[in-house]
């Protein structure tokens, strides 16, 4: 009872925020107008800044475990190929697949990840190596598949190969240019050396990455259109079963195989199984995606993990590895 009380404190301030944001736009004190500065605020200076401050806040060498990094690292890339894979293969509307792809992996690790496991443990644990191991990756890989997905141009063109060469290169540079990736590029060295800003800086950065999750979570229910979320509920069920569920179904006994438990386990349950990340709907819509299919998939999630969650922390006691 206690794991589902903590879990429905932690999710339901963001629905809080999401209904906040629809009550705003009913009386017009939002618009448009606003929406669309805030979600190109939260993509280019808050998240940005949010990353950072989740890479660099802990100091990684004092813990270093490369064995558990590692296993975070490749259950994640594996995951994300499957997913996305398994996507191409099986979805029929292309204009859906990049929204589904990135809303079906990309968990709130960073957001959730420190706060679950420190009300559990008194400690953060191996969640910072989790996220050294998991959260580039995710950010890498929601780049890379929303850059193609969002901006598709093909050898089928008249310009033929040259077109697909400079359609490659512009995506190379697309990519590249992303403010997330740049972020993490310059996080990770501070990350690994554990070097600092000066404290104002460090509380500055630190202050303009809370901006990013109640800002989305605004522009979301703002933005959020019911009926044309319903009309995609079959891909949002889907995705919310495989976010929450399926990889957690099939790496945790793998990870308990390798003898984590604990603090990594917990880790490594947040990586798998938590909510879509609200970002997933900052970069979506920024990138020309479906935001309608990832706000959809976002607030499902998001509904649902407070019991998903305390079910697999249940399991996970029950078998006294928790």
Known sequence: MDNFIYSINATLPIFLMIILGRFLSYIHLIDDRFTKTADKYVFTVALPALVFKDLTENDIRQSFDGGYVLFCFLVTLVMILAIWGLTELFMKKEEEKGA??????????????????????????????????????????????????????????????????????????????????????????????????????????GSIGNTATPLALISIGASFEGRKAIKKIKPTLVASFIKLILPAALFLPLAVHFGYRNQELM??????????????????????????????????????????????????????VL
């Not at 199984?273 to 479906?290: H, R």
């Open 267 to 320: 880790a490594i349950l947040i990586m798998l199984a938590s909510p879509a990340t609200v970002s997933c709907y900052i970069m979506a819509k920024n990138t020309g995606n479906d935001s309608v299919l990832t706000s959809s998939i976002i607030v499902l999630t998001t509904l649902l993990s407070s019991v998903t969650l305390t079910l697999w922390i249940f399991l996970l006691r029950s078998f006294g």
């Open 100 to 205: 589904f792809i990135q809303a079906s992996y990309r968990s709130s690790a960073a957001i959730l990840g420190l706060a679950f496991i420190n009300n559990m443990y008194d400690g953060a644990g191996m969640a910072p190596l989790m996220i050294i191991g998991a959260v580039p990756l995710f950010n890498i890989f929601a780049v890379v598949i929303l850059t193609i997905k969002g901006k598709k141009e093909t050898a089928d063109s008249p310009a033929g190969e040259g077109a697909a060469s400079s359609a490659f290169l512009k995506t190379v540079i697309e990519v590249f240019k992303n403010p997330i990736l740049l972020s993490i590029l310059i996080a990770l060295p501070f990350a690994f050396l554990n070097l600092h800003f000066p404290v104002f800086i460090d509380k500055a950065i």
